[in-house]
């Protein structure tokens, strides 16, 4: 059974960081890109960052370029999403996901996780 599961959402304040991780099993995915999305009630699922297999090259969204950092241990199966100077609108249920090689920005991935909340307060 393929499984991704979420750790490391939370409480915390503007300024602050926090590293989410996925832990993924159930197959290998070595020659899976991993992406993390997040979604606020109401909204649609909105891509963070991706990290692609094979280069390792990765990509972010607008909003969290420069702030936010992927990264992915191949032997462990996990990727973290590294979280610095989060601010109130990183507020999310954030989502770590799996497809076949390449990073995309739509949410069209082939395994989910169920997700973790991370809550930023002012």
């Known amino acids: 059974q393929v499984k991704l599961v979420e750790s490391g959402g939370g409480l915390v304040q503007a300024g602050d960081s926090l590293r989410l991780s996925c832990a993924a099993s159930g197959r290998s995915f070595n020659t899976y890109a991993m992406g993390w999305f997040r979604q606020d009630p109401g909204k649609e699922r909105e891509f963070v960052a991706g990290?692609?297999?094979?280069?390792?090259?990765?990509e972010y969204s607008d909003s969290v370029r420069g702030r936010f950092t992927i990264s992915r241990d191949y032997a462990n199966n996990m990727v973290y999403l590294q979280m610095d100077g989060v601010k109130p609108d990183d507020t999310a249920v954030y989502y770590c996901a799996a497809r076949k090689f390449v990073v995309i920005t739509r949410p069209e991935y082939e395994y989910w996780g169920q997700g973790t909340q991370v809550t930023v307060s002012s």
């Open positions: 990290v692609n297999w094979g280069d390792g090259s990765a």
